[in-house]
Every structure is written in structure tokens, then in C-alpha cells.
């Protein structure tokens, strides 16, 4: 019981020292549906499917960034087959997935912690800001599955292409 106090104040000490904040997978897709028990949540065509987990230290600016940053990227085909077009120039759908596990930390022993990932209470109300901020720039609804719950996801990869983002590593 010691060894796991200590290794739970070394989680949060490593938690504080190195802060991870929003990351998204974001996968160009020919289509994407997300399904719960409730059944179909969504149903998107060509496009984008984002896996988003979100950190405590998150804000409204890494959201702006990060929606200003997926809807201008170029990972669309030009008519010469270049990745220069955005999901706003093909007309292209987006699916969100809240994802707390793209937070998982797997450094010790073989069970992730998932310490770094924010609580329901922060990780909500950035994910609905998330969701909102990409409709308005998209200028349509954008998909959605369920904040918590177990989801199948059918994806229909385009490429692939698949690229990762971290707000505070804005490479």
C-alpha cells in the first residue's frame, strides 16, 4: 500500500513537471460512424474523425488554436493528387470522439495511468467547446459519439493519413 502511495505522488509530481495538454489524432476518412448501446450516434462521409483527450491545464486557447489548426490543415488531394486542399476546401465532414486514453502514460509496469487525463468536470466543457468552435469554422454540425461512453468506431481510412497534435508541442 506504501509503494502505491508513493508511486500515485510521483505520478502527480511528474504530472505537474510535465504538463501534456489537448491531443487529437485526427484521421482523414471516406467515412466514419460512431455507435453506442443507445446505437448510431454519427455518420459522417469524406472527411475528418478526431480522437480528442483533453488535460486539466487545458484552455478556450488551445481549443481556438487547435480548431483554427484541423479545419486549415492540407491533407486533402489536389486534381494533381498533392495533399494541398483543407476539409473546408473539399466540403468535408468532421466526427468527434472524446478520447482520455490518448493521455495514457505506460512508463511503468504494464496497467497505462491515466492521471494526466482531465476529469469529467474540465474535460466536458471543452469538448462541447471543442465540438462548437469546429462547426462554426466548418459552418455545418460537425458529429459527435457520447462523452463516457463505450463506443464502436467503423472507420474507413483514406490513405491513411493520420496525424497527431499537441496543443503545447505545436509542431
Known amino acids: 500500500m506504501k509503494n502505491q502511495v508513493l508511486a ?5 509530481i511528474f504530472a505537474c513537471l510535465y504538463q ?3 491531443r487529437v489524432v485526427i484521421q ?3 467515412k466514419a460512424s460512431v455507435y453506442s448501446d443507445k446505437g448510431i450516434l ?4 469524406p472527411g475528418l474523425l478526431i480522437l480528442a483527450g483533453f488535460e486539466e491545464a487545458d484552455t478556450s486557447e488551445d481549443v481556438e488554436w487547435l480548431s483554427n489548426k484541423i479545419v486549415q490543415l492540407r ?13 473546408l476546401d473539399v466540403a468535408g465532414e468532421i466526427t468527434v470522439v472524446s478520447q482520455f486514453t ?3 502514460r505506460t512508463k511503468k509496469g504494464n496497467r497505462p495511468s491515466y492521471i494526466k487525463a482531465a476529469p469529467p468536470a474540465i474535460a466536458i466543457p471543452l469538448y462541447e467547446k471543442f465540438v462548437a468552435r469546429l462547426s462554426e ?5 460537425v458529429g459527435t459519439g457520447e462523452f463516457g461512453a463505450m463506443m464502436t468506431l467503423e472507420i474507413f ?10 496543443t503545447k508541442n505545436k509542431e
Open 102 to 104: 490518448l493521455h495514457a
Open 42 to 45: 454519427a455518420s459522417s462521409g
Open 8 to 12: 500515485y505522488e510521483i505520478d502527480l
Open 75 to 87: 491533407i486533402f488531394n489536389d486534381t494533381d493528387g498533392v495533399m494541398n486542399l483543407s476539409v
Open 20 to 22: 501534456v495538454y489537448m
Open 157 to 166: 481510412n483514406d490513405g491513411p493519413v493520420t496525424i497527431i497534435i499537441d
Open 28 to 30: 482523414r476518412v471516406k
Open 137 to 141: 469554422l466548418l459552418g455545418k454540425p
